[in-house]
């Protein structure tokens, strides 16, 4: 029978969406709405409006007022620290309904947004009161006169503004709270944008916030998609700061955007990440499970760090082959609600057909198809269903292994030796995480060191709140996570007095 996840909208409670601008939701001034079609079937699922130009100048106004002239900036610490807080728990209480949410919008299973940390709710949660805690501590210094003679020279961090932060529709839930969180915690005031396939769940989390207390104006919504509602944005004059998760051709617009008015800018972008195995890893088997977990299980290979390229050594190139054949048999798709389900579909039309241009052209370079390369037929065919796809053989030169594919694509490199290894590693425009398998402690940290990218883990790979996360190159500008990410939505002010009655 055809898979149908109408009945779901219902069960989870999803209405249609509004804007919220100055604490009042209301439809686009002129009306117009998306239609959002669930990947996996096809189906219309809800409607939300498109924020046109207009509508993106009230909120970005209304965020400039609640900056300028509201209390949000200056109120006391525990104001932030407790609202976060409640937030934080407003989000672990409403976790089944998000996941829902979530799964309506761009169909991530619940059994992954249930059983992975970094995409789930509570990760989410622990992000925001992770950044609670900078509320209070993140300070500045005082230091001694340069030039001798008495003053007083001092620096203060204060919130850098408005700020503009636009999502990408694959993990809502923690990327919303990498940037609302350090943002609100520093004091600024934000118009958000989620992704135009991800909104229902961005527009419940924001409403979250209201019940937890935020006064109106804070935190606007705009929802639409890139032209016109993220164009407007992006370009209005009134915005200090664009802080953007997504593609790198939208991270290159959004710095060219930038120009006019000097915005500060914040991305994170793709990546083509390398696992690296060595021949004494410390379980082959698993170094390749965990590698084609990450470009299957779960977000379908749709995730930024995704280990889509694994280079790895010739003497156990076969049985890292084999089993990461194995686990490409063990991925199932169908309805995301289902506990059996550990996939999703891709997330648009334009992406299925975009994953298999590449597919086919790896197979055209001459790049060794091990399994998959199709669409899943039968009762899913309405639905946007690549079967694991495994490349062998594969030059590190293919696009295969150069392009972000975001799809279930593992390109798989051979080397012989750790300095080709490294090499292979850093032969590539991006940097935003890697691995390396290996038992040689020295060997692990010396790799780690001459890798360029912005988060390497040995035997394993984590997203932690705490941790700072971003990419070398063109994977980005800046951190998320950790102080460095509070620091972002800071601007440095440096102020000088003398203790004399003398001028400086
Ligand atoms: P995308 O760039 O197509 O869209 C991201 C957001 O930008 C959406 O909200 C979209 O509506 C908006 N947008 C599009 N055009 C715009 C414009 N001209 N001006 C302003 N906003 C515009 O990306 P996507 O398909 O939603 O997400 C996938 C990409 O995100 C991948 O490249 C992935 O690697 C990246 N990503 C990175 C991280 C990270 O932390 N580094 C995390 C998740 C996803």
Not at 121 to 141: I, L, N, S, T
Not at 327 to 346: I, R
Not at 400 to 405: G, L, Q, T, Y
Request: overall charge negative; hydrophobic content about 40%; proline content about 6%.
């Amino acid at each position: 029978m055809t898979l149908t996840l109408r009945p779901r909208r219902d069960q989870v409670g999803l209405s249609d969406g509004q804007l919220l601008v100055d604490g009042k939701w209301r439809p686009a001034a002129d009306g117009r709405t998306w239609t959002h079609r669930h990947p996996a079937t096809g189906e219309e699922i809800g409607t939300f409006a498109v924020a046109s130009t207009s509508d993106v100048d009230d909120a970005v106004r209304a965020a400039r007022r609640a900056f300028d002239e509201g209390d949000w900036p200056n109120s006391r610490a525990t104001t932030r620290i407790q609202l976060l807080h409640r937030f934080a728990n407003l989000l672990r209480e409403h976790a089944e309904e998000l996941r829902g949410l979530q799964a309506l919008d761009n169909g991530v299973p619940l059994s992954f947004s249930a059983g992975v940390y970094a995409t789930s709710v509570g990760a989410a949660a622990d992000v925001v009161d992770h950044h609670a805690g900078w509320v209070d501590k993140v300070g500045g210094q005082t230091l001694p006169p340069y030039q001798g003679g008495d003053h007083l020279a001092m620096t203060f961090r204060e919130p850098i503004g408005v700020v503009a932060a636009i999502l990408p529709w694959n993990a809502p839930f923690l990327l919303f709270a990498q940037k609302l969180g350090p943002a609100l915690a520093a004091g600024c005031t934000v118009v958000v944008k989620p992704s135009e396939f991800a909104s229902f769940t961005v527009l419940r989390m924001v409403e979250l916030l209201g019940e937890a207390g935020l006064p109106d104006g804070v935190v606007n919504l705009v929802t639409g998609p890139g032209d016109p509602t993220g164009e407007a944005l992006i370009t209005h004059p009134l915005v200090d700061k664009v802080s953007f998760t997504g593609s790198r051709a939208v991270g290159r617009r959004i710095v060219e955007a930038s120009a006019g008015t000097l915005k500060r800018v914040s991305l994170e972008l793709g990546g083509k990440s390398p696992t690296l195995v060595f021949p004494d890893a410390p379980d082959v088997g698993m170094a390749a499970m965990t590698t084609m977990g990450t470009v299957t299980m779960g977000l379908s290979g749709q995730a930024c760090v995704a280990h889509t390229r694994a280079l790895v050594h010739r003497d156990v190139y076969d049985q890292f082959l084999g089993a990461a054949e194995l686990l490409a048999g063990m991925v199932t798709y169908g309805d995301p609600f289902e506990p059996t389900t550990t996939a999703s579909p891709l997330i648009n039309t334009r992406q299925l057909e975009r994953v298999l241009g590449f597919i086919e052209r790896g197979r055209d370079g001459g790049a060794r198809l091990v399994c998959g390369g199709e669409r899943v037929a039968g009762d899913l065919a309405e639905g946007n269903f690549v079967r694991p796809t495994i490349f062998a053989d594969v030059d590190n030169g293919m696009e295969i292994a150069r392009e972000e594919i975001f799809g279930p694509v593992l390109a798989v490199v051979p080397f012989t030796d750790e300095d080709e290894a490294v090499r292979l590693a850093n032969d590539t425009e991006y940097g935003l995480g890697a691995g390396v398998y290996t038992t040689d402690v020295k060997r692990a940290f010396r790799v780690a060191r001459r890798l360029r990218a912005g988060t390497v883990g040995i035997n394993g790979f984590q997203i932690e709140p705490h941790l700072p996360f971003g990419g070398f190159r063109q994977s980005g500008l800046g951190r998320e996570g950790g102080q460095s990410a509070f620091e972002a939505y800071t601007e440095l002010k440096t102020v000088l007095m003398p203790l004399t009655d003398e001028m400086m």
